[in-house]
């Protein structure tokens, strides 16, 4: 009720394209074989945030506002993120998606896998017909999202500081497309060039913040809420922040170095992983100063994000990626 005309007619355009873009994800992501049409479509129906393409539609109406580039645009990447949820979930064993069994369960791996690929191939194609500038930013960034994941699954090399390498794979696997989601939506809304390095920086450190954001999320004891299991990513033996800071912290504190062992003894087997005994190591951790400390570091990072905005214009889309960033730093789910 307080929000000036332009904002409510920024609102009002965004909300009239989130529509749009899903309206057409349906479409997209149709295939004429049975099997590849319900695989294809079932996190997409699972839901989400919509992210991606709420922040291509802001920075888009920097420039010419809700156009079919755009829209295409929005679902390209949309669907490439989609794509990357397949495949993450066979790699990290994941059990549970979006509130819903994980596709690999449902399908088994190679199915699961296969339609990762099929829509990888669909935003390839969308992104095609954007013309060879959307193709490379498309390739780049894919070629970043599995360099992410690979150096997730090796781990830091001899002598690398697992703080650094763990920021760089967010970096790769979360803050790259969310970089791409704000340049495109300045590319292909023609507006100016050069409000595109500074998307690009809000999206790549508002990206890493969403993600440290999520290691938080990760021990929350509401699943219905987060639709994940409390501790998913430490049964799979992931070191997100809070347990990297743990480590650091362990090697001078003894309670900080049993609550390592407790949770590594159960962390990888699925059964051990189920007990109380684990659950209970994974509320001590929720509880830990390590924790705070991640958020923390998550608030740092929007802040970064949101200083790369200054040379924006002043008015509504400013504020709008301004609110966005807080919340995307602030959420609980």
């Known amino acids: 009720m307080m929000m000036s005309p332009s904002m409510r007619r920024l609102v009002a355009s965004i909300d009239e394209g989130l529509v749009e873009i899903e309206r057409q994800l349906v479409s997209d992501l149709a295939f004429t074989d049975s099997v590849a049409d319900a695989a294809g479509r079932y996190l997409l129906e699972a839901g989400g945030k919509r992210v991606r393409p709420m922040l291509i539609l802001l920075a888009a109406q920097l420039g010419d506002g809700n156009t079919q580039e755009v829209y295409d645009a929005a679902k390209a990447i949309e669907i490439t993120h989609l794509a990357s949820l397949y495949h993450d979930d066979v790699m990290d064993h994941a ?26 191939a669909r935003a390839s194609t969308l992104m095609a017909g954007l013309g060879e500038r959307a193709i490379t930013l498309q390739a780049s960034t894919f070629e970043r999202l599995v360099l992410g994941q690979l150096h997730e699954t090796v781990g830091p090399q001899d002598g ?60 929350s004891p509401q699943p219905e809420q987060t639709g994940k299991v409390p501790g998913t990513d430490l049964r799979q033996g992931v070191a997100t922040l809070p347990m990297i800071y743990l480590r650091q912290q362990a090697v001078t504190d003894a309670a900080a170095a049993d609550l390592v062992r407790r949770i590594d003894a159960d962390a990888g087997d699925p059964a051990a992983a189920a007990s109380d005994s684990f659950l209970s190591a994974v509320a001590e951790l929720r509880a830990h100063p390590v924790t705070q400390r991640t958020r923390d570091e998550a608030k740092r990072w929007a802040a970064e994000a ?6 924006l214009p002043d008015g509504p889309v400013r504020e709008a ?11 609980d789910r």
Not at 96 to 116: F, Q, Y
Not at 171 to 180: H, M, Q, V
Not at 187 to 211: M, N, P, T
Not at 306 to 311: G, T
């Open 160 to 219: 690398e500081d697992e703080e650094q390498h763990y920021i760089q794979v967010l970096a790769d696997k979360t803050g790259s497309l969310i970089s791409t989601s704000a340049r495109a939506g300045a590319l292909f809304s023609h507006a100016a060039e050069e409000y595109e390095d500074a998307l690009r920086e809000f999206g790549e450190k508002i990206g890493v913040a969403f993600q440290l954001v999520d290691d938080v999320i990760d021990l």
């Open 95 to 120: 059990d549970r998606r979006r509130g819903v069994p994980s596709a690999h369960t449902v399908w088994g791996n190679s199915v699961a896998i296969l339609t990762g690929d099929l829509l990888f």
């Open 306 to 311: 949101i200083a790369a905005l200054d040379v």
């Open 321 to 331: 990626l301004v609110q966005f960033g807080n919340r995307l730093a602030d959420r």
